[in-house]
């Protein structure tokens, strides 16, 4: 997902930003041939992501700062774990430190809180994903991190599926009507999803063809309706105010898909430290 492009652009407009014309307080107290050595270590458990972020933070600074982690993407970390050594320049360290955290801490963070609602769902088939609330221009890290962490992917933009919400509805008319326009004038390999508040909605959607159904916002005993009456002929996806609490009694429901923004909206970031 995260080609070495991508990262390098986010990464260079992140080092401009912390930089500036330049890191004032590094660069007057070393020079370039001066060699340290740090260590990434975690001061809480969760799940590691970020690690080739990380090292590229570093990289960019400088090709002979080297970065050797001992662990890799999706593992699982303890308090107390070191993540890695990073050798070389310590005008580059020290200049590339908070950058590179913030980029680790965050998507770690974020991959931690995805492993903590998928696996409360247990064995149960229900998928959680995320939303399109992310953080602008950062979106591909972040869902990155919930694939990281064990969870799947919604629509990464609004040209990957035509989803039809309360607004569009009431600008079409109707479901039906939304649904209909839709499937004339878009791809075939585009698939159709349509935002239900209640059972009758959810009726309309069936009957129209809709090939994703939204529940939104609707207490288990609804969604267990909904999902007897779409009856396998759409994919049935559970949305709003999902809880690390209920999230499993959502997926009992009988529904494929939950989605969620809290795993990335409200992730904590991971407590990381890169000491010296």
């Known amino acids: 997902m995260l080609n070495s492009f991508y990262i390098e652009d986010h ?18 107290l070393t020079d370039d041939d001066v060699a340290l050595c740090a260590y990434l270590n975690t001061r809480s458990d969760g799940v590691l992501c970020g690690a080739e972020v990380f090292t590229t933070v570093f990289k960019l600074l400088s090709p002979k700062i080297d970065v050797h982690f001992y662990f890799k993407d999706g593992a699982i970390i303890k308090k107390g774990d070191k993540l890695a050594d990073i050798k070389g320049s310590a005008k580059y360290i020290l200049m590339g430190e908070r950058v ?8 770690s963070g974020i991959a931690t809180e995805t492993r903590k609602y998928q696996s409360a769902i247990g064995d149960l088939p229900a998928k959680v994903v995320d939303t399109r609330k992310t953080t602008p221009n950062f979106r591909m890290f972040e869902k990155y991190a919930v694939k990281t962490g064990g969870g799947a992917l919604h629509r ?18 109707s479901i039906t009507n939304a649904v209909q326009k839709l499937r004339k004038n878009i791809s075939h390999v585009h698939k ?9 909605q959810v009726k309309e959607a069936v009957n129209a063809g809709a090939d994703i159904i939204m529940l939104d916002n609707m207490p288990c005993s609804i969604m267990k309706e909904a999902c007897k009456i779409i009856n396998k002929s759409a994919i049935v996806e559970a949305s709003g105010n999902v809880t690390l609490e209920s999230v499993r009694s959502i997926a009992e429901c009988g529904v494929d898909i939950i989605s969620t923004s809290a795993i990335v909206a409200k992730a904590p970031t991971l407590d990381l430290g890169l000491d010296m």
């Open 11 to 28: 990464i260079k407009a992140a080092l401009k930003e912390d930089i500036g014309f330049g890191d004032i307080t590094t660069e007057n």
């Open 192 to 200: 159709i999803e349509v935002e239900c508040d209640n059972l009758d």
């Open 100 to 107: 590179a955290l913030n980029y680790i801490q965050r998507m």
């Open 156 to 173: 990464f933009n609004l040209s990957d599926c035509a989803m039809i919400k309360d607004n569009h509805i009431k600008f079409a008319g």
